[in-house]
């Protein structure tokens, strides 16, 4: 029965849709940006067992759905606007499905002030496979970029890195989570909207394939070399003496930011002030656009290969 | 070896990214809407083995993903000027398939003028699933709309209905095409792209999900009933005595067109200027939001169960 559930889809999604969206009725919504703002666009997309495992609940991977792009967003200091999704599912989903998914895009719409310009449901013989596209603003000129680190530059990072790994093992039965905290970090990314840092930061890009690997994008955006002082990298106490699976895991969905030397403590501040934890782990330097990890005593550390990709 | 494989994939892609979207080095693009201009989005996903076959060459696949996104733009009457990309193949999946798929993507954005901001590639267990995200512009207020039509509008398709459902069939091997001409309109749909039909259509949408069903949302929209007169639908000679498949079947990306009597003769022209051919296929009426097929003689005629669909 295509029809009916075509018109059960889309009343499932039209209560989360903008007026532009002109209730998901017509084959484009039509929206003006807002006046003097620049838009910053960005999609992602998310497959079951690649990305969230095939039994997670629905309204969790809708809400991973929109966190994942939101942190590009948040990576480049703009304001989140609107979002569009394409849904390919087994043909077998049922409503009930649809309805946790809707709720889940609904919890994250009314915390992160964005609405649903449309998109696209379709069946798939595969696994679940979901996109979203976000679309934020920023002051014009004002975006953050990777390319802006300087030597000299401080680089610090939010929140704590490696839990989100360490939830993966956990789901898999592979490692302890007594209370779910490793799993939630997984299941459910904080991504770091709203942090005040216009005229703070030199660069910044969000931590989603694994420190080593982003940082070497900044790195290599920026042409200056890396240095993390393996003794700061920010680890939870679940974490302690997993460095290495911290430091190449996936999912953290962190800012990391380079940031001119004196401005450190307004850095500090902005952050205190979201309530958003933030820590220093090393530096930028002159040199070949790499990245080293140092113990304590300045030694080299050789870590990993490269970090964990999605691919 | 995940690095690589993604250098190598943003290499690929490269080359058809917009300045806006930053070398696809950062993790969003930057862009200015057009001064004075709304933004039109729609995004459309496409999974092998519903939408397109899984051995359709990826240049054509990619070409399809973008023309049937174009094809909402069209069906609103706006400008395109970027697209965002999803992605998600088989992990054996080697670089000479997103070679041919980037070479499909570059051949159409010169065509249709519009270019790559972003997007994402990512691995899946199952078949290649793609979305995209179209953003184009019109004038203020002047999207067109499925909501417009009035009762006395006369109802006008763009070329022939039906090609694309023969076609998905001659690839099947179940009807003939010895030219391969059926085949092609499914694989490489023809967005109506370009048509000055500003201030001529009261209401316009694209056909994707067959005639009848489409034709049944216009009716919703506008609170108008639809009468369609079978003998005037155009079908190409290929389709001819094959009404109930063509009146039904999906894929034909033409746009449906409500338009007022007297501006039948500037419809025609506009079309005409834009070497399109356009047929007036019935009206719209006073009553029940439904779609009616009539015969030569006014009797109507019942068709199968409302339209073909994706899902």
Redesign the interface.
Known sequence: M??P??FTLIAAFRPLAAPEA?AL?????????PPGR??????????A???FLPEDPPDLVARKLLRVNL???A??G?VPLHY?????VP?ATGADWFAAFARGLAEDQARYGLTL???????????V?L?A????H?A?GR?W???GAQAGDALWVTGTIGDAALGLLALRGETADPNGRLAGRYRLPQPRLGLALDGIVSAA??VSDGLL?DAG?LAR?SGVGVQIEAARVPLSAAAQGRLELCLTGGDDYELLLAVPGDFGPRLQAACAQAGVPVTRIGRCVRGPARVEVRDASGERLVVGA??????
């Open positions: 295509p029809l559930a075509e002109l009725q017509d084959d484009a919504a039509v929206f003006a940006p620049e838009l910053v666009v960005s999609a992602d997309a998310i497959v067992g690649v990305h942190s590009d967003l990576a480049m703009a569009l999704l394409t849904v390919s043909r310009l449309g998109g696209d449901t379709t069946s798939t013989p595969g696994p496979s996109s596209t976000v679309i934020g920023v014009p975006a970029r990777r390319s890009m969000d690997q994008h955006a490269g970090g964990w990709s999605h691919f």
